[in-house]
């Protein structure tokens, strides 16, 4: 393994090695780790509030804020529950869409905030691509478009996937990406964007300029009527807001569908979609986790554990700006401190309850090392449980063997040597790391849904692998020996298949199918 270390976000240090591609993991097709869809949707809250820099229960005052509004309105039953939903929801497509903001903004994560805190000078960078409704209309595309299938892999209603996928539209038609307008646009838009506001425009300027700017919304963000009702309305809802705990905040939001069960993959998918080269990582984590813990002699339920924390360990990683992930050099100390935190908003993800607390508490181990050099606790050996051993080793036993910004996937001996040196060190259990070597690639589970007629051919899929990992169709054609024009047919032929327009839409799909 010839070249230098060199330190990354992942927490160990690796060698520059010549490019290899990760051998194709098997995928099986069985039942996912079942979890309530109230819980998931929860999980996805959290992960998009990060992402648009917002306080972490945002998205649960933005929905006890809906639900209030859609009251005074005398939505029906359909509509009082999409809109609830869809403020849970409404952010579940923005690590879709975070590689183009990075690309517009530099943060994706800062620069959010400001647009939805509507500061001053927030669309400043916008200006040379031709204003915000001309360089945010495609990634708003594609926010609709992965938002409105996270709905539909759910089983939610219609109407929560209708509002969803036209959540930017504006009563005056200057809304993205569509330009709809009035009754063209489904209430249930209006509301959550008028819950948002309140919550957003009173949290960060009072109550007093929040009325102010929600008032110059009228017939433009939002119909008058609506503006109207929160300025005689909102100093109320806003009291009865700040008396309400976590609990009853469950009691009130949760809706029928919401109590049914999904599967916990999802988590895994949303989660890698911030990172185009992160697409499939979190499922591989987990499959190796629990064939590792298999070869241990782990029971199933240690298994299973395991296999939903390897799904989940991630979640922290909405906090961070893209640019962060793609530093190719040293990171700045500034820039560690973000990653530093990824565990730690992993752990505070499952303090919002249900059947993901105690698997999210695992899932915060993930960075730790037994010698006490890992992040964010710093714990040492004594610490460590067995799973906690387990997961540490398996997110860079798979971190290893793929491709990074910073250098490329590491040829199996390679990887091996490293890991085994690294628990030589004293980082990993040395127990662990002979098991994960040992287990071999371990089967994605490609979670059972309704039957789907959707068939690709063995070039699409190529294509589509390739897509999902963020290649342009240029590189395509180059690595698989085809012509531009080839690649791009392969790709309208996906989309078509598929029934989606954006990569990132068609990479979740896929990846919901088992075609990745």
Excluded at 141 to 147: D, F, G, T, W
Excluded at 287 to 305: K, N
Excluded at 394 to 415: G, N
Aim: glycine share 8%; with cysteine; aromatic share 6%.
């Amino acid at each position: 393994m010839a070249g230098a270390y060199s330190p990354h976000p992942e927490g160990v240090f690796f060698k520059h090695a010549n490019k290899e591609a990760v051998p194709q993991v098997q995928t099986i097709q069985q039942d996912g780790f079942a979890i309530r869809v109230f819980d998931a949707v929860k999980a996805l809250a959290f992960i998009g509030d990060l992402s648009m820099g917002q306080p972490t229960d945002h998205s649960l005052r933005t929905a006890w804020l809906a639900a209030r509004i859609a009251q005074a309105l005398g939505l029906d039953e359909t509509a009082r529950v999409a809109v609830v939903e869809a403020s849970l929801l409404r952010w579940s497509g923005c690590t879709a869409n975070a590689p183009g903001f990075a690309d517009v903004l530099g943060d994706d994560v800062a620069g959010r905030e400001a647009m939805l805190a509507q500061r001053p000078d927030w669309a400043e960078p916008l200006e040379p691509l031709g204003g915000a409704g001309v360089a945010l209309a495609p990634l708003a595309r594609i926010h609709c478009e992965v938002s409105s299938e996270v709905a539909r892999i759910m089983g939610l209603g219609p109407a929560t996937e209708t509002a969803l996928r036209h959540i930017f539209e504006t009563w005056d038609g200057h809304g993205i990406p569509d330009r709809l307008a009035g009754a063209a646009v489904p209430d249930t838009v209006f509301v959550v964007a008028l819950a948002g506001d309140v919550e957003i425009f009173s949290r960060v300027y009072g109550l007093g300029q929040a009325l102010k700017l929600i008032a110059q919304r009228a017939d433009a963000r939002y119909p008058a009527r609506l503006a109207a009702l929160a300025v005689a309305e909102a100093p109320h809802w806003l009291a009865g807001l700040e008396g309400v705990d976590a609990p009853p905040f469950d009691a009130e939001l949760m809706t029928p569908q919401m109590g049914k069960t999904t599967s916990a993959e999802l988590i895994a998918d949303i989660i890698d979609l911030k990172l185009p080269w992160m697409t499939g990582f979190s499922r591989t984590v987990a499959a190796a986790a629990a064939a590792c813990g298999a070869r241990l002699g782990l029971d199933a339920q240690a298994e299973e554990r395991l296999y939903c924390a390897g799904l989940i360990h991630g979640i922290g990683r909405a906090a961070v700006p893209n640019a962060v992930w793609n530093t190719r050099g040293r990171l700045p100390a500034a820039a560690w401190e973000k990653v530093r935190l990824v565990p730690y908003w992993t752990s505070r993800a499952g303090k919002q309850g249900g059947a993901l607390a105690p698997i999210a508490e695992l899932a915060s181990w993930a960075y730790e090392r037994l010698d006490g050099s890992g992040y964010f606790r710093g714990a040492g050996r004594e610490a460590f449980a067995q799973e906690a051993r387990i997961l540490a080793a398996s997110v860079a036993w798979v971190a290893l063997r793929s491709a990074r910004p910073w250098r490329e996937a590491l040829p199996l001996a390679d990887a091996q040597a490293l890991l085994l040196e690294q628990a030589q060190r004293g980082r990993f259990d040395g127990e662990v790391v002979h098991a994960l070597i040992e287990s071999g690639p371990a089967p994605h589970r490609a979670v059972r849904t309704r039957p789907s007629a959707v068939r690709i051919s063995a070039r699409e899929a190529d294509v589509l692998r390739a897509i999902s990992l963020g290649a342009s169709n240029k590189t395509i054609a180059r690595e698989l020996g085809l012509s531009p024009s080839t690649v791009r047919t392969h790709v309208e032929s996906v989309f078509r298949k598929l029934d989606c327009s954006s990569r990132a839409a068609a990479t979740l799909k896929a990846s919901t199918l088992g075609l990745l």
